[in-house]
């Protein structure tokens, strides 16, 4: 399953069933490899919350994923962009060369090594020459409303985040591997078939 790795934190993705012209995703924000939600407290309560994985947060999107467009877009644009899940309230935002909090820094630099001054100025000067380089931070970070827990009725609004900051590098191969687990996602659910006969003519292939 595609992962991005920050350390002993990670962020997994699955793509884990096509049903009823709807793609089913389980994300688990992780810590050494175990998922950090509490399973005993998110919604089970009937089959469709039943079938997430342990500790794993549940969405679906209609038709298509909806994460990798916007991966590729961020990586190709360099431009802040989000998105939220059709079902439940889930969002994934990404800020490529912003920081959170979003606002300018409290503290100042009293101090600044010559030679690190000269590394900066040569990192600026590339990206002005190149564009975004490989190891440039993207801020990442994933809203879950609280309509994922147990005794949640409605949206709220209100929930948890969990935030990550991977190297331009680090997300693009998060990308590509998600990328190519949807590809095989999608042939093994027979999802342009099953897209194209409920929409009663040929489609073009998604875009992502």
């Known amino acids: 399953m595609a992962t991005l790795h920050e350390g002993d934190f990670s962020l997994e993705i699955r ?12 994300i688990w924000p992780r810590w050494r490899g175990e998922p950090i939600l509490n399973d005993a ?4 309560h009937n089959t469709h919350w039943a079938k ?4 794993a ?18 990586l190709e644009a ?8 059709t079902d439940p309230d889930i969002t994934l935002a990404l800020y490529p060369d912003r920081g959170f909090p979003f606002l300018p820094p409290k503290s100042r630099v009293v101090y600044e090594a010559p030679h690190i001054i000269a590394e900066r100025e040569a990192r600026d ?26 005794g949640a009725g409605a949206y709220y609004g209100s929930g948890t985040c969990f935030r990550f ?6 997300l693009q191969k998060f990308y590509d591997d998600l990328r190519a687990e ?27």
């Open 15 to 26: 793509h884990r069933e096509f049903e009823h012209g709807w793609v089913y995703y389980d």
């Open 41 to 44: 407290i998110l919604k089970r």
């Open 52 to 55: 997430r994985g342990v500790g």
């Open 57 to 74: 947060i549940n969405a679906c999107e209609y038709r298509e994923c909806e994460v990798l467009p916007l991966l590729r877009r961020v």
């Open 78 to 85: 360099n431009q802040p962009d989000y998105w939220t899940a």
């Open 125 to 150: 000067r590339k990206r002005l020459e190149t564009g975004p380089l490989p190891d440039d931070l993207i801020e990442m970070i994933l809203f879950v409303d609280v309509y994922n827990f147990s």
């Open 165 to 170: 900051t991977p190297l331009r590098e680090e």
């Open 182 to 208: 949807y590809v095989l996602f999608r042939e093994t659910w027979n999802v342009q078939a099953l897209n194209e006969e409920e929409y009663g003519e040929p489609l073009e292939e998604p875009w992502f």
